[in-house]
């Protein structure tokens, strides 16, 4: 139990393009869902905090108009990278947080690599 | 701010040799702490967590202790095998859930017969 998808794994697209990431919890119902990004060699940072029904909680330095969260529903979150540039180029990884573990444990997606032209 | 800081990959092992792949963090406060382990195409799953000094997290042979005073989590196992070959993550959270999560760079293991 307790899996998150991700659609698509992988996404090529050109410079000035939007790309939208799609994060689905298969199994169980996720009120609160986070974005990360990561690097080559680096740790994962995350991005945001998607709560069902509200608007999105951007870390520091994370651009919103850039990057925008939708959670629709208890079991999807959506994120969009706006008029891609190569430097959004990236890893792109999603949890799900379930409430019905012990210490609301988060269930992570595979990753999506987004590669811009 | 938290920080957490694990050594870097690769790391290349014999099977049945021992493992030990250091973690330290730094953060306010008393954090729980996490290693998560990522199998190749597959996305990241917790293997274990303490949440407060001393605890000792354990789960398919791997084991790490909570050691506030050296402000580590050392993931350590006896006896890897081939199938442990993963990228291991480890991470802290504050206030003792799952939330928010602080990740290290991540340390990658190889495991060869």
């Known amino acids: 139990g307790a899996v998150v998808s991700q659609h698509p794994s992988r996404v090529i697209c050109k410079s000035g393009t939007s790309v939208k990431i799609e994060c689905r919890s298969l199994d169980f119902q996720a009120t609160t869902m986070f974005w990360y990004r990561q690097f080559p060699k680096q740790s994962l940072m995350l991005m945001a905090t998607?709560?069902?029904?509200?608007?999105?909680?951007?870390e520091q330095g994370v651009e919103k108009d850039k990057f925008l969260i939708n959670h629709a529903s208890l079991t999807l979150s959506t994120l969009t990278v706006t008029s891609a540039h190569p430097e959004d180029s990236s890893f792109y990884i999603c949890?799900?947080?379930?409430?019905?573990?012990?210490?609301?444990?988060?269930?992570f997606g595979p990753g999506t690599r987004l590669t811009v032209l | 701010g938290n920080s957490v800081t694990q050594m870097e990959g690769p790391v290349t092992l014999s099977e049945e040799a021992f493992l030990t792949i250091n973690c330290t963090y730094t953060?306010?406060?008393?954090?729980?702490l996490f290693w998560y382990v990522q199998y190749p195409g597959e996305g990241l799953q917790l293997l274990l967590k303490?949440?407060?000094?001393?605890d000792k997290g354990s789960n398919k042979g791997f084991e790490a202790t909570y050691r506030k005073e050296t402000t580590s989590f050392h993931l350590e196992k006896g006896s890897v095998q081939v199938s442990d070959s993963a990228v291991y993550f480890c991470?802290?959270?504050?206030?003792?859930?799952?939330?928010?999560?602080?990740f290290g760079t991540g340390t990658r293991l190889q495991v060869t017969l």
């Open positions: 949890s799900a947080l379930s409430p019905g573990t012990s210490d609301n444990e988060q269930f």
């Open positions: 991470a802290l959270s504050d206030g003792g859930t799952a939330s928010k999560l602080t």
């Open positions: 953060a306010t406060g008393y954090p729980s």
């Open positions: 303490a949440t407060k000094a001393d």
């Open positions: 998607s709560n069902e029904g509200s608007k999105a909680t951007y």
